[in-house]
């Protein structure tokens, strides 16, 4: 292999690896980003699902009547 060939290949290999630098950054923020929706998102869910619990709980009691004999 010439030096010239040598030297295109490198520039090549340069340009493929910084290309694939730059699609890594861009990936990460995508990745990043999709953590924090997904951590939102979470917590969001667990606020509802604590609330229907509390509902629920509550139509319970609300429902739940004393025998005759406690009144």
């Known amino acids: 292999m010439s030096d010239e060939q ?10 493929l690896m910084t290309h694939l630098e730059r699609q890594y950054e861009e990936l990460n923020k995508v990745v990043m980003e999709q953590g924090k929706a997904l951590a939102k998102l979470t917590a969001q869910h667990d606020r509802i699902a604590d609330s229907l619990v509390d509902i629920r709980q509550d139509e319970i009691r609300r ?4 025998p005759p004999h406690y009144q």
Do not use: A, H, W
Request: proline content about 0%.
């Open 6 to 15: 040598t030297r295109e290949k490198l520039v090549r290999m340069e340009s």
């Open 63 to 66: 429902d739940t009547r004393k």
